[in-house]
Every structure is written in C-alpha cells, then in structure tokens.
C-alpha cells in the first residue's frame, strides 16, 4: 500500500472491468499522441499489453489508439493533474487525474477532500518518490522474486497480498527495460507503469480499526471519482 493504495476486493466498483477499460482506454489514447504503432512506442506497448491481459475488447482498444493518435478527426484533449493532500489521520495522498474538464474536477476533488486535507502542489510531493512500478506475477513455480529483481535490473520489490503478486520497483527511466528483462526471469507482467511511492509510509498498526477504516472509506471515495486514474498512499502495506 505503500507504493499503490488498492481498494479491498477484486469486485469493488473501483476495479470493475468497465471502471478498468475506462481508465486504460485514457492511458492508451494519452500514449498514443507520440505514435500510434505499439513496436515504437514504449508508453503505448505497455499499456496495449495490459490492456489485452485483463481482456479489452479489441475494437475498444484499437479504437482508443486511433483516438489518440489523431486519425479519426475527434479532437482529444486530457489534462494530466495531481492532487496532493492528507486523507484524515494525516495519511499523505498523490492523486492523479487525467480529465477533459478542469473545471468539473477541481471542485470534485475539493468535495472529497473535505474529510481530509487538500494541499497545495509540493505539499506532500516532497515525502514521495517517483518510480516505476511494475505488477507481475511468477509464471512457474519455485520464481525468486528478489534474484529476478537483481537480473532485471529493479531497485527493489514487495511482496503482494494472497494473490501471489510481487511489485517491482524501478528507476522512472528504467520501466519499460525491467518491464521487458521480467519475463525472462519468470514472471509475467500484469501492468507497468510510472507512479509514487512514500518515503515514510504510515504504519496501520499506530491507527485504530475505526481510524484506518475511515482512511480506507476516504481513499475509496477518491479512487470511485471518473476523472481519477491511480490513488497513491503514504499507508504502510
């Protein structure tokens, strides 16, 4: 939790497959603007392939690329903004928001930031380190997270939840090189991409039960809100 707040549930509205191909349509037509051939552009190859894991249908994504990239004469235009706070209990928040109407997401955001602290930019930033951050899973048995680290060339890594997962985290430049060695140290990457992680994460066990469900309630909130793409918590996993 500490790199990416994650709602609790697989089937929580915030993953739903339609809030999911949503988000990833956005990041498929942002990437896109740089070229919309996949084999020559990085940003978009990475967001293709997670895309097609968790089953977009084609005519989507395709349609999203072409979107993107100018040739289907629609004017696209989405503005990338950060959101710096504090959910309540002083947990430090990055929200990213990638939206075509600035003036409908602001005010949103200062709404739900209402039961925490919105700051201004740099306000939190600072206690944040931007990073690649790529979710894979190992694709036999007996895979050494930590030794494929080290070969690929990843900073570091953190073990997943139940579902077996591990993060690995990169240097910003290095994403898609990491991205790209996994596999050959047998994990399958499920996503990648570029986000925050805290540099002095919260522990959940100095808050309450009743304290850490209001942080969870509040992030869950954020996350739900159309024009947000990821939530990153300073709340330690």
Not at 40 to 56: I, P, T, Y
Not at 116 to 145: C, K, N, R, Y
Not at 169 to 194: E, I, M, Y
Not at 207 to 214: R, V
Request: glycine share 10%; hydrophobic share 45%; charged share 25%.
């Amino acid at each position: 939790m500490g790199a990416q707040w994650k709602a609790k549930g697989k089937e929580l509205a915030a993953n739903a497959k339609g809030k999911l191909f949503g988000r990833l349509a956005k990041d498929i037509m942002i990437a896109a603007r740089n070229g919309a051939d996949p084999a020559s552009n990085a940003r978009l190859r990475l967001v293709v392939e997670q895309a097609r894991k968790v089953s977009m249908p084609k005519e989507t994504l395709e349609r999203a690329i072409k979107k993107g990239a100018g040739l289907t004469g629609d004017t696209v235009h989405y503005e990338h903004v950060i959101y710096e706070g504090f959910a309540p209990h002083r947990v430090p928040v990055m929200v990213e928001c990638l939206t075509d109407n600035l003036n409908r997401t602001a005010p949103e955001m200062r709404v739900l930031f209402r039961k925490g602290q919105l700051g201004t930019s740099g306000s939190v930033s600072w206690d944040f380190d931007h990073v690649g951050m790529i979710e894979a899973e190992p694709a036999a048995a007996g895979a050494d997270p930590e030794l494929a680290a080290i070969e690929a060339g990843a900073q570091d890594f953190e073990p997943g939840d139940e579902d077996g997962t591990t993060m690995f985290l990169t240097d910003a430049t290095d994403l898609d090189l990491v991205s790209r060695a996994l596999p050959a140290q047998g994990f399958t990457v499920l996503s990648a991409k570029l986000g925050y992680k805290a540099k002095n994460p919260v522990d959940p066990a100095s808050l309450s039960a009743a304290d850490l469900e209001e942080v969870e309630a509040f992030l869950a909130a954020i996350d739900a809100n159309d024009d947000v793409q990821n939530v990153f918590a300073g709340l330690g996993g």
